[in-house]
């Protein structure tokens, strides 16, 4: 005799007090339905979820300021927080977001960021920013790279290498200060060799 707990079915009405089990003489055949539709419905829930968290990974979160005179304070991705990042630098790594394995289309994250500056600065500290930004097509994973410009613009790319690498997928100009470390046809031969990845 199997016992059903009351509180997981909450779908179903007890019009009066009833000892629940799966015994024709104990329950009417209606309530033995309705249960088992519930049981159905629950395991059914519980598959989707499992289903859903195995296609997410996490990403740790990477913020690069590309501008010379202001620092951001702090920033958001979809709610987790980056740190802090100085003039013309970052890399520093935050956890994490949940990313779709298998990118799609419309793919976007809510970016919240702070502006800071030098105690010496004359002009007026920019107001904090929110964008909706777009997430370019990813294959491989790997960090949340958020890439922050002057005029409050902002680029997100999905990549396990830093904007150092030959084959960081980012134009040379949206990319500077950074330079990759070597050329493009140096970081194939090295990876045939077995000393690196072309697979940013």
């Not at 598959?47 to 996490?58: E, F, G, K, N, V």
């Not at 709610?79 to 990042?85: I, K």
């Not at 904090?128 to 790997?142: R, S």
Request: hydrophobic fraction near 40%; proline fraction near 7%.
């Amino acid at each position: 005799m199997a016992w059903v707990d009351l509180t997981l079915c909450q779908n179903l009405v007890v019009e009066k007090p009833v000892v629940l089990a799966f015994d024709t003489k104990v329950i009417e055949m209606k309530k033995l339905e309705k249960i088992r539709l519930h049981i159905v419905a629950s395991i059914t829930s519980f598959l989707m979820m499992s289903a859903c968290s195995d296609s997410t990974i996490s990403a740790g979160i990477r913020g690069y300021n590309h501008m010379n005179g202001l620092f951001i304070e702090g920033f958001t991705v979809n709610g987790a927080m980056g740190l802090n990042v100085a003039p013309e630098s970052g890399g520093g790594e935050a956890c994490c977001v949940s990313l779709p394995t298998r990118w799609r289309p419309g793919l976007k994250a809510k970016v919240s960021w702070k502006y800071d500056q030098r105690n010496d600065a004359t002009s007026p500290l920019p107001d904090g920013q929110t964008a909706l930004v777009d997430i370019p097509p990813y294959t491989n994973g790997g960090s949340l790279h958020v890439h922050f410009y002057a005029r409050h613009k902002v680029k997100i790319v999905v990549s396990p290498c830093s904007p150092e690498h030959p084959f960081y997928p980012m134009s040379m100009a949206d990319l500077a200060p950074w330079k990759p470390f070597a050329t493009k046809e140096d970081m194939r031969e090295t990876a045939q060799r077995g000393g690196g990845n072309v697979g940013c």
